[in-house]
Protein backbone atom coordinates (compact mmCIF):
# COMPACT_ATOMS: atom_id res chain seq x y z
CA UNK A 1 0.00 0.00 0.00
CA UNK A 2 1.05 3.19 -1.13
CA UNK A 3 1.69 5.67 2.59
CA UNK A 4 2.04 9.39 2.05
CA UNK A 5 2.22 10.78 5.24
CA UNK A 6 2.22 14.17 6.62
CA UNK A 7 3.69 15.43 9.96
CA UNK A 8 0.37 16.18 11.58
CA UNK A 9 -2.76 16.49 11.07
CA UNK A 10 -3.99 19.58 12.92
CA UNK A 11 -2.11 23.05 13.70
CA UNK A 12 -2.68 25.99 15.48
CA UNK A 13 -0.33 28.80 14.54
CA UNK A 14 0.62 32.45 15.54
CA UNK A 15 1.11 35.36 12.37
CA UNK A 16 4.16 35.71 11.97
CA UNK A 17 5.57 32.60 12.81
CA UNK A 18 7.55 30.24 10.53
CA UNK A 19 5.51 27.19 10.06
CA UNK A 20 6.56 23.82 8.36
CA UNK A 21 4.75 21.17 6.77
CA UNK A 22 6.23 17.99 6.38
CA UNK A 23 5.45 15.15 3.77
CA UNK A 24 6.90 11.70 3.58
CA UNK A 25 6.43 9.04 0.96
CA UNK A 26 7.24 5.42 0.70
CA UNK A 27 7.01 4.59 -2.66
CA UNK A 28 9.75 5.89 -4.36
CA UNK A 29 7.73 8.70 -6.28
CA UNK A 30 9.26 11.16 -8.83
CA UNK A 31 6.82 13.23 -8.30
CA UNK A 32 5.62 15.73 -5.26
CA UNK A 33 3.08 17.99 -4.97
CA UNK A 34 1.65 20.87 -2.14
CA UNK A 35 -1.94 21.47 -2.49
CA UNK A 36 -4.21 23.74 -0.23
CA UNK A 37 -8.00 23.22 -0.21
CA UNK A 38 -10.45 25.52 0.44
CA UNK A 39 -14.03 25.58 0.20
CA UNK A 40 -15.59 26.55 -3.14
CA UNK A 41 -12.16 27.03 -4.64
CA UNK A 42 -11.18 23.13 -5.15
CA UNK A 43 -7.92 21.76 -4.53
CA UNK A 44 -5.07 24.49 -5.68
CA UNK A 45 -1.33 23.68 -6.28
CA UNK A 46 1.16 25.46 -4.20
CA UNK A 47 4.44 24.02 -5.65
CA UNK A 48 5.34 20.91 -6.88
CA UNK A 49 8.68 18.88 -7.41
CA UNK A 50 9.96 16.41 -9.98
CA UNK A 51 12.74 15.32 -8.49
CA UNK A 52 14.91 15.60 -5.98
CA UNK A 53 16.22 19.55 -5.15
CA UNK A 54 13.91 20.30 -7.93
CA UNK A 55 10.50 22.73 -7.65
CA UNK A 56 8.28 24.63 -9.82
CA UNK A 57 5.88 27.08 -8.85
CA UNK A 58 2.25 26.30 -9.12
CA UNK A 59 -0.70 28.21 -9.41
CA UNK A 60 -0.51 29.74 -5.35
CA UNK A 61 2.93 29.66 -4.82
CA UNK A 62 3.33 33.44 -2.82
CA UNK A 63 4.08 33.54 1.16
CA UNK A 64 5.55 29.47 0.48
CA UNK A 65 8.83 27.73 -0.38
CA UNK A 66 9.37 24.00 -0.44
CA UNK A 67 12.30 21.93 -0.01
CA UNK A 68 13.24 18.47 -1.05
CA UNK A 69 16.70 17.37 0.26
CA UNK A 70 15.54 13.28 -0.27
CA UNK A 71 13.63 11.88 -2.62
CA UNK A 72 11.25 11.18 -0.17
CA UNK A 73 10.71 14.02 1.78
CA UNK A 74 8.56 17.23 0.14
CA UNK A 75 8.39 20.35 3.05
CA UNK A 76 6.19 23.25 2.53
CA UNK A 77 7.34 26.27 4.59
CA UNK A 78 5.57 29.18 5.58
CA UNK A 79 7.69 32.32 5.50
CA UNK A 80 5.93 34.07 7.74
CA UNK A 81 2.02 32.83 8.69
CA UNK A 82 -0.40 34.64 7.72
CA UNK A 83 -4.27 34.48 8.61
CA UNK A 84 -5.31 33.95 4.68
CA UNK A 85 -3.04 30.93 4.96
CA UNK A 86 -5.92 29.03 7.29
CA UNK A 87 -6.37 26.33 5.02
CA UNK A 88 -6.47 22.37 4.78
CA UNK A 89 -3.20 21.49 3.47
CA UNK A 90 -2.50 18.46 1.01
CA UNK A 91 1.01 16.59 0.31
CA UNK A 92 0.74 14.01 -2.79
CA UNK A 93 3.22 12.26 -4.47
CA UNK A 94 3.32 9.83 -7.81
CA UNK A 95 4.72 8.24 -10.76
CA UNK A 96 4.92 10.04 -13.81
CA UNK A 97 2.53 7.51 -15.17
CA UNK A 98 0.02 7.10 -12.27
CA UNK A 99 -2.18 8.68 -10.20
CA UNK A 100 -0.90 10.93 -6.87
CA UNK A 101 -1.73 9.66 -3.59
CA UNK A 102 -2.68 12.03 -0.82
CA UNK A 103 -1.61 12.03 2.59
CA UNK A 104 -4.45 12.43 5.11
CA UNK A 105 -4.20 16.43 5.11
CA UNK A 106 -3.19 18.78 7.40
CA UNK A 107 -5.58 21.42 8.98
CA UNK A 108 -3.97 24.97 9.77
CA UNK A 109 -5.33 27.41 11.95
CA UNK A 110 -3.43 30.59 11.71
CA UNK A 111 -4.51 33.26 14.60
CA UNK B 1 -8.78 30.56 -16.26
CA UNK B 2 -10.00 27.60 -15.03
CA UNK B 3 -8.56 24.81 -17.08
CA UNK B 4 -10.96 21.88 -15.33
CA UNK B 5 -13.69 22.58 -14.32
CA UNK B 6 -17.07 21.38 -12.53
CA UNK B 7 -20.06 23.07 -13.20
CA UNK B 8 -22.09 22.10 -10.01
CA UNK B 9 -21.13 22.81 -6.71
CA UNK B 10 -23.59 20.37 -5.60
CA UNK B 11 -26.02 16.70 -6.28
CA UNK B 12 -28.92 15.40 -4.52
CA UNK B 13 -29.48 11.75 -5.15
CA UNK B 14 -31.51 9.21 -3.69
CA UNK B 15 -30.27 6.48 -2.74
CA UNK B 16 -30.14 2.97 -5.35
CA UNK B 17 -30.33 5.62 -7.98
CA UNK B 18 -27.51 6.97 -10.38
CA UNK B 19 -25.58 9.79 -9.61
CA UNK B 20 -23.77 11.44 -12.34
CA UNK B 21 -20.79 14.26 -11.97
CA UNK B 22 -20.22 16.06 -14.92
CA UNK B 23 -16.74 17.84 -15.72
CA UNK B 24 -15.54 19.82 -18.29
CA UNK B 25 -11.80 20.90 -19.84
CA UNK B 26 -10.44 23.21 -22.17
CA UNK B 27 -6.44 22.23 -22.73
CA UNK B 28 -6.69 19.66 -25.44
CA UNK B 29 -3.37 18.69 -24.09
CA UNK B 30 -4.66 16.27 -21.42
CA UNK B 31 -4.14 12.89 -22.04
CA UNK B 32 -5.02 11.43 -18.37
CA UNK B 33 -8.30 11.87 -16.81
CA UNK B 34 -9.05 11.19 -12.75
CA UNK B 35 -12.03 10.94 -10.61
CA UNK B 36 -11.32 11.25 -6.86
CA UNK B 37 -13.40 10.90 -3.68
CA UNK B 38 -12.62 13.48 -0.91
CA UNK B 39 -14.45 13.00 2.70
CA UNK B 40 -14.12 15.74 5.38
CA UNK B 41 -10.80 16.11 7.16
CA UNK B 42 -9.41 12.87 5.27
CA UNK B 43 -6.87 13.48 2.08
CA UNK B 44 -8.91 12.74 -0.97
CA UNK B 45 -8.75 8.58 -2.49
CA UNK B 46 -8.43 8.13 -6.27
CA UNK B 47 -11.46 6.26 -7.62
CA UNK B 48 -11.19 5.85 -10.99
CA UNK B 49 -9.02 7.33 -14.34
CA UNK B 50 -9.35 6.87 -17.81
CA UNK B 51 -6.62 7.55 -20.60
CA UNK B 52 -7.92 10.27 -23.46
CA UNK B 53 -7.60 6.94 -26.27
CA UNK B 54 -10.25 5.19 -24.45
CA UNK B 55 -13.94 7.01 -24.43
CA UNK B 56 -15.32 4.31 -21.15
CA UNK B 57 -13.58 2.79 -18.21
CA UNK B 58 -15.88 0.75 -15.73
CA UNK B 59 -14.89 -0.41 -12.35
CA UNK B 60 -17.85 -1.75 -10.14
CA UNK B 61 -20.36 0.68 -9.42
CA UNK B 62 -18.19 3.48 -10.99
CA UNK B 63 -18.03 4.34 -14.75
CA UNK B 64 -16.10 7.11 -16.38
CA UNK B 65 -17.26 8.41 -19.94
CA UNK B 66 -15.17 10.32 -21.63
CA UNK B 67 -16.36 12.64 -25.03
CA UNK B 68 -12.92 14.15 -26.57
CA UNK B 69 -14.40 15.93 -29.30
CA UNK B 70 -16.76 17.68 -26.42
CA UNK B 71 -13.83 18.00 -23.97
CA UNK B 72 -16.23 16.55 -21.38
CA UNK B 73 -16.58 13.54 -19.32
CA UNK B 74 -18.68 12.19 -16.54
CA UNK B 75 -18.47 9.86 -13.46
CA UNK B 76 -21.54 7.68 -13.16
CA UNK B 77 -22.19 6.25 -10.08
CA UNK B 78 -25.04 3.36 -9.78
CA UNK B 79 -26.38 2.38 -7.32
CA UNK B 80 -25.93 5.65 -5.15
CA UNK B 81 -25.32 4.50 -1.49
CA UNK B 82 -25.18 6.59 1.66
CA UNK B 83 -21.30 6.13 1.75
CA UNK B 84 -21.14 8.04 -1.44
CA UNK B 85 -21.70 11.04 0.08
CA UNK B 86 -18.58 12.93 -0.33
CA UNK B 87 -16.83 15.69 -2.59
CA UNK B 88 -15.41 14.41 -5.84
CA UNK B 89 -12.93 15.94 -7.56
CA UNK B 90 -12.14 16.01 -11.64
CA UNK B 91 -8.63 16.16 -12.46
CA UNK B 92 -6.80 16.16 -15.58
CA UNK B 93 -2.78 15.76 -17.01
CA UNK B 94 -1.14 15.94 -19.97
CA UNK B 95 2.55 15.65 -19.97
CA UNK B 96 3.77 18.42 -22.05
CA UNK B 97 6.05 21.38 -21.48
CA UNK B 98 6.95 21.48 -17.99
CA UNK B 99 4.20 19.91 -16.32
CA UNK B 100 6.15 16.72 -15.43
CA UNK B 101 2.41 15.08 -15.47
CA UNK B 102 1.01 17.49 -11.95
CA UNK B 103 -2.62 17.43 -11.96
CA UNK B 104 -4.82 19.79 -12.29
CA UNK B 105 -7.90 19.73 -10.42
CA UNK B 106 -11.85 21.25 -10.64
CA UNK B 107 -13.49 22.67 -7.52
CA UNK B 108 -15.39 19.83 -6.50
CA UNK B 109 -19.42 18.43 -6.55
CA UNK B 110 -20.72 17.80 -2.90
CA UNK B 111 -22.95 15.00 -3.70
CA UNK B 112 -25.19 13.77 -1.00
CA UNK B 113 -27.00 10.81 -0.98
CA UNK B 114 -30.14 10.33 0.89
CA UNK B 115 -31.65 6.84 2.29
New interface residues.
Given amino acids: DVK ?1 TQSS ?1 YLVKRTGEKVFLECVQDMDH ?2 M ?1 W ?1 R ?1 DP ?6 IY ?1 S ?1 DVKMK ?1 K ?1 DIPEGYSVSREKKERFSLILESASTNQTS ?1 Y ?1 C ?1 S ?1 S ?2 T ?7 T ?1 LTVV | DQQVKQNSPSLSVQEGRISILNCDYTNSMFDYFLWYKKYPAEGPTFLISISSIKDKNEDGRFTVFLNKSAKHLSLHIVPSQPGDSAVYFCAAKGFYGGSQGNLIFGKGTKLSVKP
Avoid: I
Avoid at chain 1, 40 to 45: A, D, H, N, P, Y
Fill in positions: VRENFYQGLGLRLFYEGMLASRREAFFGQGR
